[in-house]
């Protein structure tokens, strides 16, 4: 009766009554190794290897990086008199990506020259744009230095708190998960110790080990994060110094679609050609129309404008839509104001022109803001600093984005007239010095100024070059004398001078020689 009482009672003991491997390979979840009365170096390796700290880790940088990405507020501050937020772009399924600089109230442009890796993607979202007497300040040659100073450093400060901020919220979700994740190891741990048949360990010993456990996987998962975090950093760093060595354009926005001008007016004919554009083409300061329309009058267009020395030469009868101030958003495919008048787009005008046989286009110099850039450059003592080179760079893409919708407009008009795209001209030889290159109290330009500023305007003409040609369309280049110039053939400068109401516009003459370089680029009418 006695050895069976002890039979009976010998299962229900625990099977194990000290701390020692066995106890240990019953509480830990994997499997192995005794309990730690204290922490060792063998233990955190134990740790590293275990399946629930290894699954916190990569939730932490997996998910927990990206939420924070997210979930960080982007900075805001006020540079040029202009509201700017910096942050960082959404996360994408992706291992490398663009930064992105927004527009708000347009549209979104990738930068796709700071290719960076990693889930920080710098992002800067801009506008509306504030015509401002802070917005004006970047011009100034006294203050322009100090207000470009001030603007650089807030928006470094401001990354920088976000980064701090990004950190810190990363730590809080990490230690979230890390709690989540304890509480779910302990639930697992007791789970397997009431299952065990022959009794579980101590309580205070599980207690302990779990304890112990928790701290061990929250410092693991802790440290995996920041250096996941710092990691980011220093990749988005990089990438965007890289980047910035030679940044030139801003890809066109992902997923974008084309919407064409909708028709304007009713349908017109009797026309050969038609000239869309800007105050180049309108010829600005010339004789007006006579019996002129109220859009000719409010668009001062005259007689000796492009359309109507093309007409001219070629014998044929050239409708005049171009407008000064026009941009390609503002102008061509939108309507313009001027004065108490909208102008309609010239794109959705030319739509309703019959049997057109060619369309010249003259844009470009106003979507840049070229002014802007000139005055700069005549102003200061060194118009060529990091930060103007960038706005240039961003207005160009800004650009080439809005000149390919233009250039689907006109590949697209009815009965597929022969498209001519002028290039921007030069104003001033290399090594120019005349009256044309001072202004009074200012250092006006010199021959370093002209070379940069020809540099970009020949960056303008390689992307009105390019786009053209890729749509098969011809590019005239016109050659005008420039100013500083003797003229040679005795019919006076091609181009208005500082003394004159509308300097670097074309004169009579200048817009004699543009059409010129077009009518040779028009094809007959039986090749059509």
């Not at 000719?296 to 171009?322: F, M, P, Q, W, Y």
Request: aromatic share 6%; proline share 8%.
């Amino acid at each position: 009766m006695a050895a069976r009482l002890a039979a009976v009672r010998v299962p229900l003991e625990p099977a194990v009554t000290h701390p020692g491997a066995s106890t240990a390979a019953a509480i830990s979840p994997h499997g192995g190794g005794a309990l730690d009365k204290k922490p060792s170096g063998r233990t955190v390796l134990r740790e590293l290897r275990s399946w629930p700290t290894l699954l916190l880790v990569l939730f932490c940088i997996g998910v927990g990086v990206p939420v924070t990405v997210t979930l960080t507020p982007a900075q805001d501050l006020v540079a040029f008199g202009q509201h700017i937020s910096v942050g960082a772009r959404p996360p994408a399924l992706s291992v490398a990506g663009p930064a992105r600089l927004v527009q708000v109230g347009n549209t979104a442009l990738d930068v796709d020259r700071l290719h960076v890796y990693g889930p920080l993607r710098p992002q800067l979202t801009m506008g509306p744009v504030q015509r401002s007497a802070a917005a004006a300040a970047v011009f100034d040659p006294v203050e322009g230095p100090e207000v470009r100073d001030e603007a650089v450093s807030s928006v470094t400060t401001a990354f920088i708190t976000w980064y701090v901020l990004g950190g810190l919220g990363l730590i809080a979700v990490t230690l979230a998960a890390a709690a989540g994740a304890a509480g779910l190891r302990t639930l697992v741990v007791l789970r397997r110790q009431s299952r065990e048949t022959g009794g579980h360990a101590p309580l205070h010993e599980i207690f302990t080990y779990c304890v112990r456990a928790a701290r061990r996987m929250t410092a693991i998962a802790l440290v995996a994060s920041v250096v996941a975090w710092g990691v980011s950093g220093v990749l988005a760093y990089t990438g965007a110094v890289q980047g910035l060595r030679g940044v030139s354009s801003l890809a066109q926005l992902v997923g974008a679609y084309h919407l064409s001008p909708d028709p304007v007016g009713p349908p017109l004919s009797g026309y050969d050609g038609a000239v869309i554009g800007d105050s180049r083409a309108v010829r600005v300061g010339g004789p007006p129309l006579p019996g002129g329309t109220p859009d000719d009058a409010a668009c001062e267009r005259s007689t000796d404008s492009l359309a109507a020395e093309i007409g001219h030469l070629a014998s044929a009868k050239v409708l005049n839509l171009a407008c000064p101030s026009a941009t390609v958003t503002t102008g061509l495919r939108g309507p313009q104001q001027r004065g108490d008048r909208v102008v309609p787009p010239q794109i959705g005008v030319l739509k309703q022109v019959q049997d057109l046989r060619f369309v010249v286009v003259a844009i470009g110099p106003n979507d840049v803001g070229w002014t802007d850039f000139l005055r700069y450059c005549y102003g200061v003592a060194d118009c060529s600093d990091q930060l103007t080179q960038g706005e240039f760079d961003y207005r160009m893409a800004a650009f080439d984005r809005v000149y390919g919708d233009l250039l689907v407009d006109l590949n697209d008009l009815p009965g597929r007239p022969q498209v001519i795209v002028m290039t921007s001209y030069g104003a001033f030889r290399p090594d120019a010095d005349c009256a044309d290159t001072r202004a009074a109290g200012h250092p006006g330009l010199d021959p370093a100024k002209i070379e940069l500023l020809t540099a970009r305007n020949e960056q303008l003409n390689a992307v009105l070059s390019a786009g053209a040609e890729k749509y098969g369309f011809a590019v005239a280049r016109p050659e005008l004398a420039l100013l500083c110039e003797d003229g040679t053939d005795g019919l006076g400068p091609d181009l208005q001078g500082m003394a004159d109401p509308f300097p670097f516009h074309p004169t009579g003459i200048g817009s004699l020689r543009m059409a010129s370089s077009v009518l040779r680029l028009i094809a007959p009418a039986q090749e059509r």
